[in-house]
């Protein structure tokens, strides 16, 4: 009766104390390669891949498409009866497939090198004024970590700077510090300091960084329909929610479009070759700043969390830094600083945005020498493959030297199959350029600060996004 059911059941099921990436894991080391899991609760049977060769037969077959909603869901009956938010329209589609195409051109990503550095010699810095008795990060890291990447993404997006990072840092005081959660206290969440103070004195882009922690702590963008009924109170909160960052998004697009300077900024190339669009571009700036916070704060986050357990990696990166800045001042120029792309390629490995890509089959095809018939919703697990021991050997172990050009051959990350990491799937238009703001949020970082880790390991949790729970045991030393 329970079929698939019983392996995931409290206590008594092989795998009741996994989830996320866990449970896959759990599933390959047991099952192998390919995994069916027709769990009781599901309309559709799952199919797990966590063999890269296998995954490329399901992207070349031709015969899958990303799940979609039904278009007659409760939620976007509600959105076009409003008038609010549009949903995906072939138009939008077409947007998206020459912003991918755009984000593919080094010479429009490297506009944004000066900007990108702007923004991160400013989180850095309230970095610093977030320590508080042993050079200890205090509660507001999290947000502070958002606040980055909103402002990020947004400068990436409008070539504006929104605000994210202006104004005071977070001071936990007596009336505003977290009480200490006990065994009890599990389903309380973590509520953020914006979260605290009235919304009439949030400045827009502090009213921005609310509603995407909002909208993040909640797991809004992966309800399923059954959670999301119009009656119920979730529906209306995720409603409310959307709206509020849509006319926030709004706010700052035209804000974007009406600027008037004397000369076009570098970082404003992106948006000059979608301006002709004007307003209609709007749902696609609402898509990368409500989608794609999430991932990008939570790389960050795990970044941090790997450099921190490794001071010798860390170390070798601040000498990079020291040495470049060196040849900056004797006029070298510039110098590519590889072994810190090297540090974020391999945090992203061992903690991927995402678990997988997900696709649903649209007719009968074959993977593994195994029919799949039309219907299943097929799960290419990229986050277990790209911790597989037979691709990458010391597979556990941060080792950014992996992707280096020179040294550490018989672990060399191009000796892997191409489809073993991909932290943020094989669509996301942003997947590129992640990287380089994570490496300039690394750089400013390690440049100025030495990270340490005082605690237990952080619990890891899958919610659309794979994050690290708090509470973060951070120590922020000065850099000598």
């Known amino acids: 009766m329970l079929r698939h059911s019983a392996h995931v059941l409290p206590r008594i099921g092989n795998f009741h104390h996994t989830v996320g990436l866990g449970l896959l894991e759990g599933l390959r080391e047991r099952y192998g ?27 070349e077959s031709c015969s899958t498409e990303p799940p979609r909603w039904d278009l007659k869901s409760p939620l976007h009956a509600q959105r076009t009866a409003a008038g609010g ?3 995906h329209g072939d138009e939008t589609k077409a947007i998206w497939t020459s912003v991918r195409a755009l984000l593919q051109d080094p010479a429009l990503v490297n506009n944004f090198e000066k900007a990108f550095d702007d923004i991160a010699i400013d989180v850095t810095r309230r970095f610093g004024e977030l320590r508080s008795a042993e050079n200890a990060l205090n509660e507001d890291l999290e947000t502070e970590v958002y606040r980055w990447a909103l402002e990020t993404l947004g400068l990436a997006t409008l070539g504006i700077r929104l605000g994210c990072l202006a104004g005071p840092t977070h001071v936990p005081t007596a009336d505003t510090r977290k009480p200490e959660k006990t ?8 509520l953020c300091s914006l979260s605290k103070r009235c919304v009439s004195g949030l400045t827009p882009a502090e009213a921005l960084v609310r509603c995407a922690r909002e909208i993040a702590d909640s797991s809004y963008l992966v309800r399923s329909e059954g959670t999301l009924k119009p009656e119920s109170k979730t529906f209306n909160a995720a409603l409310k929610a959307f709206d509020k960052h849509y006319s926030l998004t709004e706010h700052f697009l035209l804000q974007a479009i009406l600027e008037k300077s004397g000369e076009t900024r570098p970082e404003q ?3 000059n070759q979608l301006r002709p669009l004007q307003q209609r571009v709007l749902p696609l700036v609402a898509d990368v700043l409500l989608a794609g916070v999430d991932p990008l704060a939570q790389s960050a986050l795990a970044m941090l969390y790997h450099l921190s357990l490794n001071p010798a990696q860390q170390q070798r990166a601040h000498d990079e830094i020291c040495w470049a800045a060196a040849s900056v001042e004797a006029g070298a120029g510039n110098q590519k600083l590889s072994y810190i792309a090297a540090c974020v390629s391999e945090s992203m490995r061992l903690h991927p945005a995402t678990g997988g890509v997900v696709r649903r089959s649209t007719e009968e095809l074959s993977v ?10 097929i799960v290419l697990a990229h986050g277990v493959s790209g911790k597989s021991e ?18 550490w051959e018989p672990l060399k990350a191009s000796r892997a199959h ?3 990491s991909l932290p943020f799937g094989t669509s996301c238009p942003a997947s590129g350029i992640a ?42 030393q000065n850099a000598h």
């Open 33 to 59: 390669d390919l995994v069916r899991l027709a769990k009781a609760s599901r309309k559709r049977p799952v199919l797990y891949v966590f063999d890269p060769e296998m995954m490329r037969e399901v992207y």
């Open 85 to 87: 938010c549009p949903f």
């Open 183 to 190: 065994s009890m206290d599990d389903d309380i969440p973590d």
């Open 269 to 271: 190339a992106f948006l």
């Open 368 to 377: 593994g020498g195994y029919e799949v018939p039309a219907g299943v919703d």
């Open 390 to 407: 037979k691709q990458w050997g010391r597979a556990k172990a941060f080792i950014p030297e992996r992707w280096c050009d020179v040294g």
């Open 418 to 420: 191409p489809l073993a």
């Open 435 to 476: 990287g380089n703001m994570l490496a300039t949020l690394a750089t400013r970082v390690l440049k100025k600060f030495r990270l340490e880790w005082h605690g237990p390991a952080p619990n890891m949790a899958t919610t659309g996004v794979n994050k690290v729970q708090p509470p973060y045991y951070f120590v922020l």
